[in-house]
């Protein structure tokens, strides 16, 4: 009974098709270790150094620094709201769609 139970796909293909999440991972990875050490830096070490240092020319004003997360905070939660709201309108309509067809 030796070979009865055949992986139906071959690694070769399994490995291949795994591939493009790993390196979708792999960038998302990067680009969020990126941006914490930008934003710890700009918020959190910046005060530290003299304000005639050169390393303040490569970050914004630092009031940016609290009000770029509130916008994207603020955009992030309106378009949760919106699908939300999206999705209650379109389960309802469907619901007396469905009601109307009974009754008919």
């Known amino acids: 009974m030796v070979g009865l139970f055949v992986d139906p796909v071959p ?9 493009g ?3 979708l991972g792999g960038t998302m990875l990067v680009t969020a ?3 914490f050490t930008y934003y710890t830096t700009w918020a959190m070490l910046l005060p530290f150094f003299d304000s005639s240092s ?6 914004p004003p630092r009031e940016w620094a609290v009000r770029l997360p509130a916008i994207i905070l603020l955009v992030g939660v ?3 709201g919106a699908f939300v709201f999206n999705t209650i309108i379109k389960e309802k309509r469907k619901k007396q769609r469905q009601a109307r067809l009974r009754t008919a």
């Open 78 to 80: 309106s378009a949760i």
């Open 11 to 19: 690694p070769i293909l399994t490995v291949v098709q795994g591939a």
């Open 21 to 23: 999440d790993k390196l």
């Open 33 to 35: 270790a990126v941006v």
């Open 54 to 59: 050169e390393i303040h020319n490569f970050f």
